[in-house]
T-cell receptor, first 116, second 111 residues
């Protein structure tokens, strides 16, 4: 399965600022996904990062708040913009494999964000 | 869109007993059903998965069963051990598309 390097692993940010999270994959993947996991909760999909086109956002998430880049098949970034304490969560990227018989979605190690 | 319901939200069992967690889903086009284990402060780890052309899959003490007609699938852990204590999530997808997660089950194994 793919190996994902995600950074930063954690950060404490001031409200009103922005943070960009990076995910680097060790192989080409078709689809990358960004999830949010609020404390004690399940994983909620923010958006699907598509290479060569705009990201597809889930209901309740907008591009102005969570801009995403996907410049190639191995890399993506998620920016959390104009942060408020409600954005304090763990953010995870995930990938689906490329044309594999086993879907085997894997996750990055996560970014623990605290907004103060 | 897809809706995944997971039960129970918490489960406590004696060491050595079995644990069963159930999920239902709404989209009949869904064809991939993984289970993830998440320990405190760590990323979700895939523990077992099943595809729609299979009714049951087993890997040592862990098994998953799928009933496509009823749109539900279950995780079975036998001979539970303290290291099985974690939060377990079911998920559903259609092909290699987005995963939709259940709400999670906090499993506690009592010695």
């Amino acid at each position: 399965s793919a190996v994902i390097s995600q950074k930063p692993s954690r950060d404490i940010c001031q409200r009103g600022t922005s943070l960009t999270i990076q995910c680097q994959v060790d192989s080409q993947v078709t689809m990358m996904f960004w999830y949010r996991q609020q404390p004690g909760q399940s994983l909620t999909l923010i958006a699907t990062a598509n290479q060569g086109s705009e990201a597809t956002y889930e209901s309740g998430f907008v591009i102005d708040k969570f801009p995403i880049s996907r410049p190639n098949l191995t890399f993506s970034t998620l920016t959390v913009s104009n942060m408020s304490p409600e954005d304090s969560s763990i953010y995870l990227c995930s990938v689906a494999p490329w044309l594999s018989r086993s879907y085997g979605y894997t996750f990055g190690s996560g970014t623990r964000l605290t907004v103060v | 869109g897809e809706n995944v319901e997971q039960h129970p939200s918490t489960l406590s069992v004696q060491e050595g007993d079995s644990a069963v967690i159930k999920c239902t889903y709404s989209d009949s086009a869904s064809n991939y059903f993984p289970w993830y284990k998440q320990e405190l402060g760590k990323r979700p780890q895939l523990i077992i998965d099943i595809r729609s052309n299979v009714g049951e899959k087993k890997d040592q003490r862990i098994a998953v069963t799928l009933n496509k007609t009823a749109k539900h699938f279950s995780l079975h852990i036998t001979e539970t051990q303290p290291e099985d204590s974690a939060v377990y999530f079911c998920a559903v997808s259609e092909g290699a598309q987005k995963l939709v997660f259940g709400q999670g089950t906090r499993l506690t194994i009592n010695p």
